[in-house]
């Protein structure tokens, strides 16, 4: 008989997400080996499929605008959220 372990980790909430549309970009807060808070983004698409709701990293040309708005959202974000955690450390 074959035991499977799986690792359960913690999963963090983001920090805040962006959305117009079907396209929502997510900030993650991360901490390095050395303690040092930095962002990453995620990028998702939602789409029906005709039976169910499902998600892609797969943009198209029409979700270029979108994606323009979104990403220049999350860099003042960013910026701010930068300062923000230097000031309170």
């Known amino acids: 008989m074959r035991s499977d372990s799986k690792k359960t980790e913690k999963k963090n909430a983001p920090v805040e997400r962006f959305r117009i549309g079907s396209v929502t970009l997510t900030a ?10 930095f962002l990453n983004f995620t990028l998702e698409k939602r789409y029906f499929d005709g ?3 499902k998600d892609t ?3 198209g040309v029409q979700d270029l605008a979108v994606l ?11 910026m ?3 300062s ?3 000031e309170s450390a």
């Open 51 to 53: 039976k169910e709701w």
């Open 57 to 59: 990293e797969s943009l």
């Open 28 to 37: 993650w807060e991360n901490e390095s080996k050395e303690g040092n808070k």
């Open 68 to 78: 323009q708005t979104l990403v220049g959202r999350a860099l003042e974000f960013s």
């Open 80 to 82: 701010t959220y930068s």
């Open 84 to 86: 923000a955690s230097e």
